[in-house]
């Protein structure tokens, strides 16, 4: 029961990471001007970015270790 709980929580996670993902971009296109627009990439959604892939990526490995054969030993020793 517990590794669909900790699955379902990964699912909103990563929705919620796509959804900044997708609000970062937009807030970056909407500049009126290019030079601000490579200001805002550089300084905001290249940083934003990284951060929610590596979470994204955390999240899909979270995932691939409490599915595994093992991953019920895992949960069960913490």
């Given at each position: 029961?517990?590794?669909f709980g900790i699955s379902l929580?990964?699912?909103?996670?990563c929705a919620g990471g796509v959804a900044v993902?997708?609000?970062v971009l937009a807030w970056q296109e909407r500049?009126?001007?290019p030079d601000v627009r490579r200001q805002r990439l550089v300084v905001l959604?290249?940083?934003?970015a990284s951060a929610v892939l590596a979470l994204l990526l955390g999240a899909?490995?979270?995932?691939?270790?409490i599915w595994s054969p093992q991953g019920a030993e895992l949960?069960?020793?913490?």
């Open positions: 029961m517990l590794q929580l990964m699912v909103l996670v993902l997708a609000l500049a009126a001007a959604v290249l940083p934003v899909v490995f979270l995932l691939l270790l949960l069960a020793s913490r």
